[in-house]
Nanobody, 115 residues
Framework: QLVESGGGLVQAGGSLRLSCAAS????????MAWFRQAPGKEREFVAQ????????YYANSVKGRFTISRDNAKNTVYLQMNSLKPEDTAAYYC??????????WGQGTQVTVSS
């Protein structure tokens, strides 16, 4: 199970940190990611962190502003979001993959950035 938290309303230029708490199994070897979906748009990839290597990957739209990290001792993944823009407004979802597919998803947390 994945449970996201930390969403909310913030002004443009502000920051938020999202958390994704995993339970039911050990996720240290899982790849973990954040996706987002804005109203009327398809879900899009935001950031990923590998399990064993902790290598990170970002969508171009968030590179340099967002940072994904993980604390395997706490079974938690974070997304630090800085310099937020109104176009970052979306529901943010945490996902986990033990193989090639994102096969476990959280329920989402809403992020709203006002201009």
């Amino acid at each position: 199970q994945l449970v996201e938290s930390g969403g909310g309303l913030v002004q443009a230029g502000g920051s938020l940190r999202l958390s994704c708490a995993a339970s039911g199994r050990t996720f240290s070897t899982y790849a973990m990611a954040w996706f987002r979906q804005a109203p009327g748009k398809e879900r899009e990839f935001v950031a990923q962190i590998r399990g064993n290597t902790a290598n990170t990957y970002y969508a171009n739209s968030v590179k340099g502003r967002f940072t994904i990290s993980r604390d395997n001792a706490k079974n938690t993944v974070y997304l630090q979001m800085n310099s937020l823009k109104p176009e970052d407004t979306a529901a943010y979802y945490c996902a986990a993959a033990s193989g090639p597919r994102w096969d476990l998803w959280g329920q989402g947390t809403q992020v709203t950035v006002s201009s």
